[in-house]
Structures are given as structure tokens and as C-alpha cells.
């Protein structure tokens, strides 16, 4: 998949990555910081003027993800340091899928500020690439029936840019937090005294233009989920058999209810779970378990 995504706004997390890597406070990324540049001891052993050519190539096949994130990261401490912004061209398109070796952005310039600047770029790009990636296994498995949607459980600090990546990789995206959907959970049903008490205190509480899924986990929960209104409803925790049953219980009710099955499923096993008719399933296998790609920056000096 590849094509023109939009990009959530990146620059405290990137001043965060960068003060991390020289030791400073992400205030100095995002204002003019004179001898910032300073901070990089190994950089200061370079002479002045050097200038550096590089490519950043992937070493393993996956999906390209974050090449927007790696140019943030090099023109936020260029401005900041009052240093030349390096050139950067991306060589492939975001959400490209490339095979082992291929260069995927050239970069150029000051060579303190592309060498000081590595370390973070590369890091967005391994990890954003790793989600993009196996989001795009997920979807791929699961096939054109069933919509494979992330979760809340990311990085704490990395989640609107892991959730973009599961975007890039032809995933899609649940909620983004607390805000913009409510989510009613076992605890929630717990402490509420059940669904129906649950979805009662919803509607006091006048939430009218937001989404509302419940979580249910048997047919009784299922059937009192329906008749209170709920707009999605995730069968949790449940086997492909079990889940084929709830399944044909709720469309018999509502049949155009929303279903989304969560919890124990696998890459091998989503297949089976599209064909019981589910029409979402949400993982965190997506934004923690994907391993990073990995990326290298092969630099030619250029004096």
C-alpha cells in the first residue's frame, strides 16, 4: 500500500527523541539553541564544514513507514542549532513495500547535524516501518471481509504516530483515546452493575454524537448489549465456535449491528475469525508486538 497519509503533528515527540539522544531538554529542540550541536561530543571531533552524503537503506523487506518523521527530525535540529537544514529525498513512497537493500531516502548536508540527527531518524523509521508492516500481514490474513483495527496499547508518547502507521500499513484505527468514543469494559460493567446500568448512566451523562461499544463476554450480556442501543458490540475472549454462535444470535436481533471480536486471536488464526461474519477485530499485535525493521544509513563524506 502506498499513497499520501496524513501526518498527526510530530514535533514534541521529535524534541523528545533528540533532547533524549544529546542530553538536553526538549525545549531546546523546539527554540534557537546556539552550540546545541555542542552536546554531540563525537559530532565536535569532526572538522569544520564537513559535509555528509548518505543513503538509508532497508535491510529487511517490510513496509515503509515514518520517512516524513526522519526529515522532521533533521530540519528541527538544524533550526535549532542555527545550522543548514539538510537536503533529504525520500526515494520510495510512504506505505511502499520494498524488499531487502533497497534505499528508501537520501540525506545530505552539515555533517554534525545529519551524524547528530541518525540515531533518532533511523529509530522512527525501524519502528514505524515494523508497525506498518505487520499491520499490513494482519490485514492481508484476515482478508477483504473483516477490518483489522489497532488498540489504546502502544508506547506511552508514541501513539498517534503508531497509529499511523497502522494507517500506512492498510490497517485501520479504533478509538484514539478516553475522548473520542465510549468503550464500556468488564470493569466498567463491573462497577456500573452490568450493561444496562451501564448504557443507563451513558445516557445521562448526554453522550448523544459519540460512538458507543460494549464489551460482552455471553449471549445474555450480548442480548441486553442490543436492546440497550449499543452501536458496537466486541465479543471478548471468545473461540471461533463460540464466536460464530454470538455472532448469529446478534444478527437474528440487529442485523446491521456493528460486531468486533477481540482477544485471543492470531495471525494465524484472524482468517477463521472474518468467517464467522465478525466485522472487526482489534489487536495490540499491531502497534507492541511488531518487531522493528531494520534500517541503516551508509554515509560518503564529502570534504
Not at 144 to 149: G, K
Not at 202 to 217: D, F, M, P, S, Y
Not at 227 to 236: E, F, K, R, S, T
Request: net charge negative; aromatic share 2%; with cysteine.
Amino acid at each position: 500500500m502506498s499513497g499520501s497519509f496524513r501526518l498527526p503533528d510530530v514535533d514534541g515527540i521529535v524534541a523528545a527523541a533528540l533532547a533524549e539522544d544529546l542530553g538536553v531538554s526538549p525545549a531546546a529542540l523546539l527554540t534557537a539553541t546556539p552550540g546545541l550541536l555542542n552536546a554531540d561530543v563525537t559530532g565536535s571531533l569532526l572538522p569544520e564544514g564537513a559535509r555528509f552524503k548518505g543513503v538509508v537503506r532497508m535491510r529487511s523487506a517490510g513496509v515503509v513507514c515514518g520517512l516524513p518523521v526522519a526529515q522532521r527530525v533533521w530540519k528541527m535540529l538544524a533550526a535549532s542549532a542555527g545550522a543548514e537544514v539538510p537536503e533529504c529525498f525520500p526515494l520510495v513512497a510512504e506505505g511502499a513495500a520494498v524488499e531487502p537493500g533497497r534505499a528508501v531516502l537520501e540525506v545530505s548536508g552539515d555533517a554534525r547535524v545529519v551524524l547528530a540527527g541518525e540515531r533518532s531518524a533511523l529509530d522512527f523509521l525501524m519502528v514505524l516501518s515494523g508497525i506498518a508492516t505487520r499491520s499490513a500481514q494482519w490485514q492481508a490474513a484476515a482478508g477483504p471481509s473483516l477490518v483489522v483495527v489497532d488498540t489504546r496499547k502502544t508506547v506511552p508518547g508514541l501513539r498517534t504516530l503508531s497509529k499511523y502507521a497502522v494507517a500506512v500499513g492498510g490497517a485501520s484505527n479504533h478509538r484514539m483515546g478516553l475522548f473520542d468514543m465510549v468503550l464500556i469494559k468488564n470493569n466498567h460493567l463491573a462497577a456500573a452493575g452490568g450493561v444496562r446500568a451501564a448504557m443507563d448512566r451513558v445516557k445521562l451523562a448526554g453522550v448523544h454524537h459519540t460512538k458507543v461499544e460494549v464489551e460482552v463476554e455471553s449471549e445474555d450480556e450480548l442480548r441486553e448489549a442490543i436492546a440497550c442501543g449499543a452501536d458496537v458490540i466486541m465479543l471478548d475472549n471468545q473461540n471461533v465456535v463460540s464466536l460464530k454462535q454470538l455472532v448469529e444470535v446478534a444478527r437474528g436481533i440487529k442485523r446491521n449491528v456493528i460486531l468486533e471480536a477481540s482477544g485471543g486471536v492470531s495471525l494465524d488464526t484472524v482468517r477463521a475469525v472474518a468467517e464467522t461474519g465478525v466485522d472487526l477485530i482489534s489487536t495490540s499485535a499491531l502497534t507492541m508486538g511488531a518487531p522493528p525493521v531494520d534500517v541503516s544509513l551508509a554515509l560518503l563524506l564529502e570534504v
